[in-house]
């Protein structure tokens, strides 16, 4: 299954870099300067929206568990073992015909710096609180699901597409400060 994730604000995925007294966190990018999200990130989104789709009875347990993997508990609520879900995610890059159109020089403008400032209860700017982040521009990005079972790369069911689009339907932000603002997506199914 492939999708696309279409930005409708500026984001940040992090990379857990600083730039010095430039930035206090930078903006995860390839070898190229070109932002990027990880496959897990994705997984993790999704993952995390199936979880929610469970608790309103919205999706099947036993193939999101499937997909996903699961944690086997003792009584104690001990994780005794896990089970490896069947999905693998790669990661969201921009897609290969706009990479070729960005030289690496201008990568840079795809990015911009945000600064924000506790406020205490009198209405001041708290001492030292002053933290600037790297955000990324609204962009789209495209990424794969791909289905193992067995060893051996394999379709997904008619369940399963089902499972896996109301999920990426259900993520409307990623990444930092995605109740600040930041980070308003819509993933889309894109035709193989």
């Not at 903006?27 to 999200?37: A, G, Q, T, W």
């Not at 999905?87 to 990479?99: I, T, V, W, Y």
């Not at 609204?138 to 499972?163: A, F, M, R």
Request: proline share 3%.
């Amino acid at each position: 299954m492939r999708y696309k994730i279409e930005f409708l604000s500026d984001w940040h995925v992090g990379s857990g870099l600083t730039a010095g007294a430039e930035t206090d966190a930078e903006v995860l990018k390839d070898r190229r300067n070109l932002p990027y999200i990880p496959g897990k990130t994705i997984k993790g989104l999704l993952r995390d929206a199936v979880r929610e789709m469970q608790e309103v009875n919205q999706i099947d347990r036993d193939i999101a568990d499937e997909l996903f993997g699961h944690e086997v508990k003792d009584d104690q609520d001990r994780v005794v073992r896990t089970h490896k879900g069947s999905l693998f995610f790669s990661n969201a890059n921009l897609p290969k015909d706009e990479q070729k159109e960005i030289p690496s020089e201008l990568a840079d403008f795809l990015y911009r710096n945000i600064s924000s400032t506790k406020i205490t209860n009198k209405g001041v700017a708290k001492a030292n609180s002053l933290r600037t982040m790297e955000v990324c521009m609204p962009i789209t990005l495209v990424g794969e699901i791909n289905c193992y079972k067995e060893g051996k790369e394999k379709e997904l069911t008619q369940k399963e597409k089902e499972l896996l689009q109301k999920a990426l339907k259900w993520v409307r932000r990623l990444g930092v400060n995605r109740n600040r603002g930041l980070g308003r997506c819509q993933f889309v199914e894109l035709e193989k």
